[in-house]
């Protein structure tokens, strides 16, 4: 049921992936942009979140810093929150602000907006969906040690203990247990994370079912927080070095608790009934320090405040999936019910008396004490978001010819608050709309498919400022279409899987126009995307791609944006990695990885950008036996050559990238 497809040759990526309401698909199959990471790729690369693990990707950036309250992406242009992430196919059940991986088996992405198949997302992602699957018990029992340390103390302890009870091995329990604490490699910052991840199974010849138990917690003083720019700049000061925060001050603090049940049941050899039920919980504090760039020195101003947030998410999934034959045509037919409910409520205050300092200048500033305040958390927002799909895949020719047919009927439910008195901001909405989804995969020959396909996203609507100059503060407006169309082509052959495509991505945007909030603009994602994983020759692997996009507004609120580049998204983007397997000495593999990112916009207009930047990290491995054990050193660096650069401009928030950071690690299976 939710098991992980197995690896490809090569052991970075996976055969297949979780297509929403589809369920595993191979890649070959799949009429998608799909990449899913391994637990292999995870381990190698050191990542700590899913973000790292990122830098695979040339279709993905980092929308915030690695050290910010949050990591959020930005995929094929859009950006994608960490809160919209999936597990096991379920939205709203993941640490909302970072998502670590030590309970990770896969990492898996399906590139463009995919609300039909997946149902909507919490904050209405239309770029694509990362869904992480979940470490099992294997056949094999895993006693797993690790202990790492990064720049700058940074120490890191990981168990990963797996088993299997009872005949055949029915019973499965996997934990995973993580440590982190110790300075980073920036100036008079610290972290310190926890996890812990219970994985529990059971399999029998028509029964499965799952039930995974996870909690963890972070801090990091110092947070790192993106700058804002003002409006009067005219020119973008150049980047400043990785290695402070800005300005110094600030921290987050926060857990996350959740389970997650799923259960399958084969009613015949064709029909299988399925269930899930899951649980989220949030509570979080944080003092941001709220940086501005007000001219092109690098003079900023800043301000304290104090921010909290509490969370509750519950998800429901129920369906059937089942096959048929209808003369020489084959069914895969599919009918699901999701719901996601949550509730949000926030606490913020800004009563900590305003700075002023400079990029270059080096000042770091003492966080205000905030012993014995504590915010009221009033309601900010309620939702439930509910829909049914209808689904069939139907293959000809043995197999060679696929065609998909889906649609989902979502209603979404809601009310918004103000947050600074709790007051109803606008109406309650109830809205309904059907997306629908198709594509196409035909196998010329075992190793070489092409594939079209064509779905739509489905987004909550956006909420108006509530501002008295408004003629409708805190409306909330209707949910929005995105729409993707798809070609592309996936070849497959002696351990090398590689997919290019065309894309165009479509989504509708809101903003003022006179004195009223409403859908006004459209932004318009088209490129070519191609990706590579796997062995090109005995003993070196690839792992990376090459994207170019042209994104465009091609409706504005005002006529000067007709045509602008959108912010945040550079035209080209380029991830090539390798590894090498040295002959002559075996067991050591050296590994290296370039990262290019072209300019972006900063502004609306295009006034502003900047510049484009490139990246290398490079690694080295050694797997040995010391007895009965197998033993695995690692060292990774990250930036190698300490490059300054300003990361990304989604939004129009600039971070700073991350400085050189070595991360050392060594594994033991016992």
Same mark, same amino acid.
């Given at each position: 049921?939710?098991?992980?497809?197995?690896?490809?040759?090569?052991?970075?990526?996976?055969?297949?992936?979780?297509?929403?309401?589809?369920?595993?698909?191979?890649?070959?199959?799949?009429?998608?942009?799909?990449?899913?990471?391994?637990?292999?790729?995870?381990?190698?690369?050191?990542?700590? !979140? @899913? #973000?790292? &693990?990122?830098?695979?990707?040339?279709?993905? *950036?980092?929308? =915030? +810093?690695?050290?910010?309250?949050?990591? $959020?992406?930005?995929?094929?242009?859009?950006?994608?929150?960490?809160?919209?992430?999936?597990?096991?196919?379920?939205?709203?059940?993941?640490?909302?602000?970072?998502?670590?991986?030590?309970?990770?088996?896969?990492?898996?992405?399906?590139?463009?907006?995919?609300?039909?198949?997946?149902?909507?997302?919490?904050?209405?992602?239309?770029?694509?969906?990362?869904?992480?699957?979940?470490?099992?018990?294997?056949?094999?029992?895993?006693?797993?040690?690790?202990?790492?340390?990064?720049?700058?103390?940074?120490?890191?302890?990981?168990?990963?203990?797996?088993?299997?009870?009872?005949?055949?091995?029915?019973?499965?329990?996997?934990?995973?247990?993580?440590?982190?604490?110790?300075?980073?490699?920036?100036?008079?910052?610290?972290?310190?994370? !926890? @996890? #812990?991840? &219970?994985?529990?199974?059971?399999?029998?010849? *028509?029964?499965? =079912? +799952?039930?995974?138990?996870?909690?963890? $917690?972070?801090?990091?003083?110092?947070?790192?927080?993106?700058?804002?720019?003002?409006?009067?700049?005219?020119?973008?000061?150049?980047?400043?070095?990785?290695?402070?925060?800005?300005?110094?001050?600030?921290?987050?603090?926060?857990?996350?608790?959740?389970?997650?049940?799923?259960?399958?049941?084969?009613?015949?050899?064709?029909?299988?009934?399925?269930?899930?039920?899951?649980?989220?919980?949030?509570?979080?504090?944080?003092?941001?320090?709220?940086?501005?760039?007000?001219?092109?020195?690098?003079?900023?101003?800043?301000?304290?405040?104090?921010?909290?947030?509490?969370?509750?998410?519950?998800?429901?999934?129920?369906?059937?999936?089942?096959?048929?034959?209808?003369?020489?045509?084959?069914?895969?037919?599919?009918?699901?019910?999701?719901?996601?409910?949550?509730?949000?409520?926030?606490?913020?205050?800004?009563?900590?008396?305003?700075?002023?300092?400079?990029?270059?200048?080096?000042?770091?500033?003492?966080?205000?004490?905030?012993?014995?305040?504590?915010?009221?958390?009033?309601?900010?927002?309620?939702?439930?978001?509910?829909?049914?799909?209808?689904?069939?895949?139907?293959?000809?020719?043995?197999?060679?010819?696929?065609?998909?047919?889906?649609?989902?009927?979502?209603?979404?439910?809601?009310?918004?608050?103000?947050?600074?008195?709790?007051?109803?901001?606008?109406?309650?909405?109830?809205?309904?709309?059907?997306?629908?989804?198709?594509?196409?995969?035909?196998?010329?020959?075992?190793?070489?498919?092409?594939?079209?396909?064509?779905?739509?996203?489905?987004?909550?609507?956006?909420?108006?400022?509530?501002?008295?100059?408004?003629?409708?503060?805190?409306?909330?407006?209707?949910?929005?279409?995105?729409?993707?169309?798809?070609?592309?082509?996936?070849?497959?052959?002696?351990?090398?899987?590689?997919?290019?495509?065309?894309?165009?991505?479509?989504?509708?945007?809101?903003?003022?126009?006179?004195?009223?909030?409403?859908?006004?603009?459209?932004?318009?994602?088209?490129?070519?995307?191609?990706?590579?994983?796997?062995?090109?020759?005995?003993?070196?692997?690839?792992?990376?791609?090459?994207?170019?996009?042209?994104?465009?507004?091609?409706?504005?609120?005002?006529?000067?944006?007709?045509?602008?580049?959108?912010?945040?998204?550079?035209?080209?983007?380029?991830?090539?990695?390798?590894?090498?397997?040295?002959?002559?000495?075996?067991?050591?593999?050296?590994?290296?990885?370039?990262?290019?990112?072209?300019?972006?916009?900063?502004?609306?207009?295009?006034?502003?950008?900047?510049?484009?930047?490139?990246?290398?990290?490079?690694?080295?491995?050694?797997?040995?036996?010391?007895?009965?054990?197998?033993?695995?050193?690692?060292?990774?660096?990250?930036?190698?050559?300490?490059?300054?650069?300003?990361?990304?401009?989604?939004?129009?928030?600039?971070?700073?990238?991350?400085?050189?950071?070595?991360?050392?690690?060594?594994?033991?299976?016992?």
């Amino acid at each position: 049921m939710d098991e992980a497809p197995e690896a490809a040759p090569g052991g970075q990526v996976a055969k297949g992936a979780r297509l929403g309401i589809l369920g595993n698909v191979s890649v070959m199959e799949t009429p998608f942009s799909v990449t899913s990471y391994t637990a292999q790729t995870i381990a190698n690369e050191q990542a700590r !979140s @899913v #973000a790292d &693990l990122m830098s695979a990707d040339s279709s993905v *950036r980092m929308a =915030s +810093s690695r050290s910010n309250i949050n990591e $959020d992406l930005t995929i094929r242009g859009f950006p994608v929150a960490s809160s919209d992430f999936a597990l096991n196919g379920m939205f709203g059940l993941l640490p909302h602000w970072r998502v670590p991986l030590e309970a990770a088996e896969r990492v898996e992405i399906i590139k463009g907006p995919s609300a039909a198949l997946y149902g909507m997302s919490p904050a209405g992602s239309v770029g694509g969906v990362v869904n992480l699957v979940p470490k099992r018990a294997t056949a094999q029992p895993i006693t797993r040690l690790e202990l790492g340390v990064a720049s700058d103390s940074v120490v890191t302890g990981h168990a990963d203990i797996g088993r299997r009870f009872g005949e055949d091995g029915a019973f499965g329990v996997r934990l995973n247990l993580m440590h982190r604490n110790g300075d980073t490699a920036i100036r008079q910052q610290s972290t310190r994370e !926890s @996890v #812990a991840a &219970l994985a529990l199974d059971f399999r029998h010849a *028509r029964l499965r =079912s +799952s039930l995974d138990l996870h909690y963890s $917690d972070e801090r990091i003083d110092n947070v790192v927080r993106q700058f804002s720019l003002a409006p009067s700049l005219t020119t973008m000061p150049r980047a400043p070095s990785g290695k402070l925060p800005y300005p110094g001050l600030g921290w987050t603090d926060g857990d996350n608790r959740s389970f997650l049940w799923k259960g399958e049941y084969d009613l015949t050899d064709t029909l299988t009934a399925y269930a899930g039920f899951g649980k989220h919980t949030l509570s979080w504090t944080a003092f941001a320090a709220n940086p501005h760039i007000t001219n092109a020195a690098g003079d900023y101003a800043f301000f304290g405040g104090l921010q909290s947030m509490a969370m509750d998410s519950r998800t429901f999934e129920a369906g059937l999936r089942g096959s048929l034959q209808t003369g020489d045509v084959s069914h895969q037919l599919a009918l699901g019910f999701t719901q996601l409910k949550q509730d949000a409520k926030l606490g913020f205050l800004t009563t900590f008396p305003p700075g002023m300092s400079n990029l270059y200048a080096g000042n770091l500033f003492p966080t205000p004490n905030t012993a014995g305040l504590k915010n009221p958390l009033l309601p900010f927002n309620e939702s439930r978001l509910s829909s049914v799909a209808l689904a069939d895949t139907m293959g000809m020719l043995d197999g060679r010819f696929q065609v998909t047919f889906g649609l989902r009927r979502q209603s979404v439910e809601g009310q918004s608050y103000n947050f600074m008195n709790g007051a109803p901001s606008g109406p309650r909405y109830d809205k309904q709309a059907t997306t629908p989804f198709a594509g196409v995969v035909f196998k010329l020959r075992p190793e070489l498919s092409l594939y079209a396909s064509y779905v739509e996203g489905l987004s909550k609507g956006d909420t108006a400022p509530v501002s008295a100059a408004l003629t409708n503060p805190g409306e909330v407006l209707a949910p929005f279409r995105s729409q993707q169309k798809e070609v592309g082509v996936k070849w497959q052959r002696d351990g090398l899987l590689a997919t290019l495509s065309l894309f165009d991505l479509l989504r509708p945007s809101s903003g003022v126009s006179g004195t009223t909030f409403g859908e006004f603009g459209e932004q318009r994602n088209r490129g070519i995307e191609t990706s590579f994983a796997g062995e090109a020759a005995r003993g070196i692997r690839l792992l990376g791609g090459v994207t170019y996009t042209s994104a465009k507004m091609t409706k504005e609120v005002s006529p000067e944006l007709r045509g602008k580049q959108a912010m945040g998204v550079a035209r080209w983007q380029l991830n090539l990695g390798s590894e090498w397997d040295m002959p002559m000495l075996p067991g050591l593999t050296l590994s290296g990885r370039l990262i290019h990112t072209d300019k972006m916009a900063v502004t609306p207009t295009n006034s502003l950008y900047i510049p484009s930047w490139q990246r290398v990290d490079a690694g080295v491995r050694y797997a040995t036996q010391w007895g009965a054990r197998q033993v695995t050193l690692r060292l990774n660096v990250e930036n190698a050559f300490d490059k300054k650069y300003w990361g990304t401009a989604t939004a129009g928030y600039l971070f700073v990238g991350s400085p050189r950071t070595y991360t050392v690690s060594m594994g033991v299976d016992l």
